[in-house]
């Protein structure tokens, strides 16, 4: 459960909060504190654009494709320079993957033990134009000394560190996994756009009644997800409510404070068919999201974590998130119970 701070509390920084994690040793506090700061710079960056888009002319498509076929809205370019500009300053990230480039960017001028990152810079695009919430992943990962430039974020010698989103919404939201606790930092536009925070660490709440899943590709899911969603519908009690903004960040936002499932699950054939979301920049950040505040990821069958990706480095998976007991309810009624 997330707590709104009590008057004269005194609120935490993202890094001040790395800095007092016990279970992170001080070579990775060093090399995790200026990648958060870059992460909070740039997304105060992209708040302060967002919140002009129109009058600035940037709601609007950036008139091309990105590799998986999808049109690049201005905005994705934005995030995508904002994001890889600040996290290359830092010398503390090796090589950097985005959703909005076929191939991951190395830093050669960076410490050659430094950190790998995975980001959608723009998660929910299709939001964009109608001023509704939008928002940007990452997914920091250690790795092996061994491995070369080429191979950095393929085969399975990774390990995730951390996971963050941005929300750009009525506030802006930071939040971080790490060390097995998430955190909520809320940015303060009249204390130079600092992000700040409790410092306690967020819990899903229990009982949550809230599905997200967008139920207009219902007659393509397997009959098992159909039939939960039927149940869902008629027969659980208590009942449960339906809400679905179209932004992965937005709907995990809202179910992480109130409790509540969120369902993409693959079209056609178990095994087969493929989900909409990215394994290692949406599914591996929220999956750990989801773990440090007490629920799960998985895609259906088995936990996001323990999916190795291919080579295929924007490999796309089934996604279905949220507190242990309405996705163990799930697996359950599914026929995969965990
Ligand atoms: P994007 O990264 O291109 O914005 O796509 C990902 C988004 C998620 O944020 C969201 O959960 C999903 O796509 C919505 O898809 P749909 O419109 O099919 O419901
Ligand atoms: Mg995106």
């Not at 992460?39 to 008139?63: D, F, H, Q, V, Y």
């Amino acid at each position: 459960m997330h707590q709104e701070p009590k008057s004269g509390t005194r609120l935490k920084t993202p890094e001040e909060v790395i800095l007092g994690t016990p279970g992170l040793s001080s070579d990775l506090r060093q090399k995790l504190v200026p990648i958060i700061s870059a992460l909070t710079r740039g997304g105060k960056i992209m708040a302060s654009l967002i919140s002009r888009g129109p009058l600035l002319g940037i709601t609007g498509s950036a008139g091309k494709e990105n590799i998986q076929g999808e049109e690049v809205q201005t905005l994705d370019r934005i995030g995508q320079d904002t994001f890889c500009q600040a996290l290359g300053q830092t010398q503390k990230v090796r090589e950097l993957l985005s959703e909005e480039e076929p191939l991951p960017t190395f830093f050669p001028e960076s410490d050659p033990d430094g950190l790998l990152v995975a980001m959608d810079p723009l998660d929910g695009s299709s939001n964009i134009s109608v001023n509704a919430s939008i928002g940007s992943i990452f997914a920091i990962f250690r790795r092996s000394r061994t491995q070369e430039p080429e191979d950095l974020f393929g085969g399975d010698r990774r390990e995730i560190l951390a996971g963050a989103y941005i929300l750009y919404s009525a506030s802006t939201s930071f939040v971080m996994a790490i060390d097995q606790k998430t955190y909520l930092f809320t940015m303060d536009p009249s204390f130079g756009g600092e992000f700040l925070g409790t410092g306690e660490p967020v819990f899903f709440p229990s009982g949550g009644k809230i599905y997200s899943t967008n139920e207009s590709y219902a007659p393509l899911w397997e009959q098992g997800i159909q039939d939960y969603i039927t149940w869902v519908k008629t027969a659980r009690q208590p009942v449960m409510t339906s809400r679905y903004i179209g932004a992965l960040v937005g709907d995990l936002h809202r179910n992480l404070l109130k409790g509540g499932i969120y369902l993409y699950p693959a079209e056609g054939v178990p095994g087969k068919g493929h989900g909409k979301l990215r394994l290692l920049y949406e599914a591996y950040p929220m999956a750990l999201i989801c773990q440090f505040s007490g629920g799960i990821a998985t895609d259906g069958v088995n936990p996001i974590l323990s999916i190795k990706p291919g080579s295929d480095l924007h490999a796309r998976v089934p996604l279905i998130a949220g507190p242990m007991d309405l996705v163990s309810e799930f697996h359950k009624r599914t026929g995969h119970p965990l």
